[in-house]
C-alpha cells in the first residue's frame, strides 16, 4: 500500500487531492481573483493542470485560468490581460526555446518583472536549470515529471504570496508617489468641497479602488457631522447637510469621531482626522476587499498630509476673505459717493468673469488668461473707477455735458486708481486682486488702436483685464442711466460696440461679449434671465 501510495503522489495527471478551504471570514463575492496563465502545447497538460487546481484558493481568492497553446499567443494575452500573477510555463512548444524566449520578451518588452514565471519541463536536459534561472529571471523550475498535485499546490501558493509581496511592495512605491503628487495638489485647492473631493480622488488613487467614499467634517457642539462631500455610489450624499442617522456607514463614521481613531471595520473603513486646529475630519472609504496592512499605513501617511493641508485651506481661505473684504470696502468708497455705481460695479464683476472664461474656452490669449487672471478678474474688476475718489462732486455727479476742463478732471480718475491701488499692491508679495485692480483702474479707458488715456497704450500693451473691463464698462453704462444721460436701447448698445471693435475695443473681447448676450442674456441684463 506504502508503494501504490508514493507512485500515486508522483502521477500528479492521476492525483486528486481535497478541496483547499478559503480562510474562514476573507471570501467575499466580489473579490478579484488570482489569474494564472497556463502555457504548453499539449491539450492533454492544460487539462490535468485545470483539474489539479479547481478547488485552490489563497485568502479567499479562488483562481482565474486562462490557456496558451505557443508562446506568440501567451505573449498577448500577457499583453492584454492585467494582474496576471503567475505564468506556468512549457519551454518547448513551436519551437525548441519557444518557452524561454516568452520569459525573456516579459521581462524586456513588456517590463513585467511582477509576475511570477514557473517552467515546466518535459524534457531537463534541453534547458539546463542553473542556465535559466539566472539568464532568464525565472522564478521556479520543474520537470512535469516531479509535478504531483500536491507539489503543483505548494508551487502556485508560493508563487501567488510572492506575487502578492511584490505587488503590495509596487502599490506602495506607486502609493507614496501619488501621496507626495496629491498633497502638492491638496495646496492649490482653494474651496473646502474642492478640498474634499480632491482627497477622495487621491485616497481611490492610492488604494486602486472606485471612487466611492465620503468626506466628512464634524462641526463643533453636539451636532451630526456634515458632508462635505461624496463621491460614486454616495454621491447623492453630498446634497444632505449632515450624514444621515440611518445611514449604513453612519456607525462607523460617529464610532471613529467617539474613539478619535480609525476604524477598520470591512467593508466600512473610516480614516479619523485631526488638524493642528483643532478640526477632525472622517474619510470613509468601501472597498470591494479587506485592507491591506500596508494600505493602512499608507492611508495614515496620507490622512497626516491632509491634516496640514486642511489647516493651510483654512488660513488661505481666511487670507483671501480678507483680501476680498479690502476690495469692496475699496469699491464701496466710489458707491458711497455715487449711488449709481453699486450696480454698475456688480454687473461689471459678473460679465467681466464670464468674458474671460468664454475667451479661455475659444483658446485666445492663452499667455496672458492665466488661471489667476480668471480667479481673480471678476472681484478686481470692481476696483476699475475707485480713483473717482479724487474727482469733485460738482464733476463727478453732474447732470449735463462737461467742459474741457472737468473732462480732463474726470479723466484723472484712472491714474489716481492705478497709482492707489499699485502702491498697495506693492506691499505684498505676488499676485492679488490689488495687482489686477491696479491694470483695470488705469488702463480701461486705453483704446486699442492707441487713443485713448491716461497712457496711449495700444493692442496687447494695455493688460487684458483692462481691455475686458473696457469693454464692460461701456456696454453697461451705455444700457442704463447715468447723471448725465439716458439709457440706450439694446440694438443702439450692441451696434456701437460692434463698431468699435478694433479701434476703441479689442475684437476677441467684443466677440466674446456677443456670444454671452447671444447665449446667456442673464450675465448681462439680469431681468432678462429665463427662470
Not at 496592512?293 to 491632509?306: A, G, K, M, P, Y
Not at 499692491?425 to 495687482?435: E, K
Request: proline share 5%; hydrophobic share 45%.
Amino acid at each position: 500500500m506504502t508503494d501504490l501510495k508514493a507512485d500515486a503522489d508522483d502521477n500528479w495527471l492521476l492525483d486528486e487531492d481535497e478541496p483547499v478551504a478559503s480562510p474562514a471570514g476573507l471570501a467575499a463575492p466580489d473579490q478579484r481573483l488570482w489569474r494564472v496563465l497556463i502555457v504548453d502545447d499539449d491539450v492533454d497538460v492544460h487539462a490535468v493542470t485545470r483539474l489539479a487546481l479547481r478547488n485552490v484558493s489563497f485568502k479567499g481568492r479562488e483562481l482565474e485560468l486562462f490557456s496558451a497553446y505557443s508562446g506568440r499567443e501567451a505573449y498577448d494575452i500577457l499583453r492584454d490581460t492585467p494582474d496576471i500573477a503567475l505564468v506556468l510555463l512549457d519551454v518547448v512548444m513551436e519551437t525548441d526555446d519557444a518557452g524561454l524566449i516568452l520569459a525573456k520578451r516579459i521581462r524586456a518588452d513588456l517590463n513585467n518583472s511582477i509576475v511570477r514565471v514557473v517552467l515546466r519541463t518535459g524534457q531537463p536536459g534541453q534547458a539546463p536549470e542553473q542556465r535559466v534561472i539566472i539568464e532568464y529571471d525565472i522564478n521556479d523550475y520543474k520537470a512535469k515529471t516531479e509535478l504531483t498535485t500536491q507539489k503543483l499546490f505548494t508551487t502556485v501558493i508560493s508563487a501567488l504570496r510572492a506575487y502578492e509581496s511584490l505587488m503590495m511592495l509596487e502599490r506602495s512605491r506607486i502609493g507614496l508617489g501619488k501621496i507626495l503628487a496629491g498633497a502638492t495638489n491638496l495646496y492649490q485647492i482653494h474651496s473646502l468641497r474642492e478640498f474634499a473631493s480632491g482627497v477622495l480622488n487621491q485616497v481611490s488613487a492610492i488604494l486602486d479602488v472606485g471612487a466611492d467614499g465620503v468626506l466628512c467634517l464634524m462641526q463643533g457642539g453636539a451636532g451630526r457631522p456634515e458632508v462635505v462631500a461624496a463621491t460614486g455610489t454616495y454621491a447623492v450624499l453630498a446634497e444632505s447637510e449632515a450624514m444621515p442617522a440611518d445611514h449604513a456607514l453612519t456607525s462607523t463614521i460617529d464610532k471613529a469621531f467617539a474613539e478619535k481613531r480609525s476604524q477598520f471595520e470591512h467593508p466600512a473603513n473610516v480614516l479619523f482626522i485631526h488638524t493642528e486646529g483643532n478640526r477632525e475630519l472622517a474619510i470613509s472609504v468601501t472597498p470591494p476587499w479587506p485592507l491591506a496592512q500596508i494600505q493602512r499605513d499608507l492611508l495614515e501617511v496620507f490622512c497626516q498630509r491632509i491634516a496640514a493641508a486642511f489647516d493651510n485651506l483654512y488660513m488661505f481661505g481666511q487670507l483671501r476673505k480678507a483680501q476680498e473684504a479690502t476690495v469692496v470696502a475699496l469699491a464701496d468708497l466710489a458707491e458711497f459717493r455715487d449711488s449709481d455705481t453699486g450696480g454698475h460695479v456688480r454687473r461689471v464683476q459678473l460679465l467681466s468673469d464670464a468674458i474671460a472664461r468664454r475667451m479661455q474656452q475659444r483658446g485666445v490669449y492663452a499667455d496672458e488668461l492665466t488661471p489667476q487672471l480668471l480667479d481673480m478678474i471678476g472681484l478686481a474688476s470692481i476696483l476699475h473707477d475707485v480713483g473717482k475718489v479724487a474727482t469733485p462732486d460738482a464733476v463727478l455727479l453732474k447732470p449735463g455735458k462737461h467742459t474741457d476742463e472737468e473732462r480732463a478732471q474726470m479723466q484723472l480718475h484712472a491714474s489716481v486708481g492705478r497709482t492707489i491701488l499699485e502702491r498697495a499692491a506693492n506691499m505684498v508679495d505676488g499676485v492679488s486682486y490689488l495687482t489686477y485692480g491696479a491694470q483695470i483702474a488705469g488702463g480701461h479707458h486705453e483704446h486699442f488702436d492707441g487713443a485713448g488715456y491716461p497712457n496711449g497704450l495700444k493692442g496687447r500693451n494695455i493688460p487684458v483685464a483692462a481691455r475686458i473691463v473696457a469693454v464692460v464698462d461701456v456696454f453697461d453704462a451705455l444700457l442704463h442711466e447715468r447723471p448725465y444721460k439716458e439709457p440706450w436701447p439694446y440694438p443702439q448698445v450692441r451696434e456701437y460696440i460692434e463698431q468699435r471693435s478694433g479701434s476703441q475695443f479689442d475684437p476677441e473681447v467684443v466677440t466674446a461679449l456677443l456670444e454671452l448676450i447671444d447665449h446667456e442674456p442673464q450675465l448681462w441684463h439680469p431681468e432678462r434671465a429665463v427662470a
